[in-house]
């Protein structure tokens, strides 16, 4: 157990329809990091938040976007679904903000488009 | 091309082997890191390598920055190393990852 949570675990929805994804990060880390991983595109690094600033942006669509609150936790909104967006969403938090800390991984939230 | 590149895409050994999964970058990165992905899904950090070597149990990681490589051994494979082995680089802003190899260990 990483100390990562990530809800909901599993996720089922319609084309454009909008949902939230949740990560709380282990204690005391202040970076969280979200990817996705679909099965054509593998691991990709979506957008980091770092004490509830926006601190690195990867391939995030326009459709998506983050936020990490003041307890620490993050959201990651995903509007108008296509069906090219299901995928696993993984959420990993760290304990600073640079490319060299270790990441400490959620289970990830399995998003399904029908 | 990919930023990160892993070779190979998929390996299946005799439990005891002795086995060698590489990674090649082309970016400039301020670490690297191995990650393993069990069947189930779920992903753990094995290292996070800025120079030299890490050693954890029977897995070994090194890294030459100067050739931009780096490689993830294990000593005397079990089953339960099966698994898909990731390595990813870190720069200030961006993460870059391999595609994965698929580690099958046949008992």
């Known amino acids: 157990d990483s100390g990562v949570t990530q809800t909901p675990k599993h996720l089922i929805t319609a084309t454009g329809q909008r949902v939230t994804l949740r990560c709380s990060p282990r204690?005391?880390?202040?970076?969280v990091y979200w990817y996705q991983q679909s099965l054509d595109q593998g691991l990709q690094f979506l957008i980091q938040?770092?004490?509830?600033?926006?601190?690195a942006k990867g391939n995030i669509l326009e459709r998506f976007s983050a936020q990490q609150f003041p307890d620490l936790h993050s959201e990651l909104n995903l509007s108008s679904l296509e069906l090219g967006d299901s995928a696993l969403y993984f959420c990993?938090?760290?304990?600073?903000?640079?490319?060299?800390?270790?990441?400490?991984f959620g289970p990830g939230t399995r998003l399904t488009v029908l | 091309k990919n930023e990160v590149e892993q070779s190979p895409q998929n390996l299946t050994a005799q439990e005891g082997e002795f086995i060698t999964i590489n990674c090649s970058y082309s970016?400039?990165?301020?670490?690297l890191h191995w990650l393993q992905q069990h069947p189930g899904g779920g992903i753990v950090s094995l290292f996070m390598?800025?120079?030299g070597k890490k050693k954890h149990g029977r897995l070994i990681a090194t890294i030459n920055i100067q050739e931009k490589h780096s490689s993830l051994h294990i000593t005397a494979s079990h089953p339960r190393d099966s698994a898909v082995y990731i390595c990813?680089?870190?720069?200030?802003?961006?993460?870059?990852f391999g595609t994965g190899t698929s580690l099958t260990v046949i008992p």
């Open positions: 990993a938090s760290s304990p600073g903000v640079a490319g060299y800390n270790e990441q400490f």
């Open positions: 204690s005391g880390d202040l970076s």
């Open positions: 938040y770092y004490n509830g600033e926006e601190r």
């Open positions: 970016v400039g990165i301020s670490a």
């Open positions: 390598l800025s120079s």
């Open positions: 990813a680089g870190g720069t200030g802003n961006q993460f870059y």
